[in-house]
Nanobody, 115 residues
Framework: QVQLVESGGGAVQAGGSLRLSCVVSGTVVSMNYVAWYLQAPEKERKWVATIVSGGATNYADSVRGRFSISRDNGKNTVYLQMNSLKPEDTAVYYC?????????WGQGTQVTVSS
């Protein structure tokens, strides 16, 4: 069974930084994609960033240049470094991967950015 556990969220002021972690078990992050999504209150979940098996990364326009996705293969963990945070980044952040055609999600971690 694939499990993802996010951590690292918190409350920061605008302009601050946070690093989110996603510890993955049941699959190997270096052989799969892992993505981060966010969901603001009463809004749909939105894609933020992806790292694929080969290491290439991609970002939503709203975070490109401010956020960075990376992974530690030895720890089977994917990170989301978030810099220059804005109040509109406030959301629950989820990590996601797939295995054998099934999607798997973590429980999410709350990020709150105050102005």
């Amino acid at each position: 069974q694939v499990q993802l556990v996010e951590s690292g969220g918190g409350a920061v002021q605008a302009g601050g930084s946070l690093r989110l972690s996603c510890v993955v078990s049941g699959t190997v992050v270096s052989m799969n994609y892992v993505a981060w999504y966010l969901q603001a209150p009463e809004k749909e979940r939105k894609w933020v960033a992806t790292i694929v098996s080969g290491g290439a990364t991609n970002y939503a326009d709203s975070v490109r240049g401010r956020f960075s996705i990376s992974r530690d293969n030895g720890k089977n963990t994917v990170y989301l470094q978030m810099n220059s945070l804005k109040p509109e980044d406030t959301a629950v952040y989820y990590c996601n991967t797939a295995r054998r055609g099934r999607d798997f999600w973590g429980q999410g971690t709350q990020v709150t950015v105050s102005s």
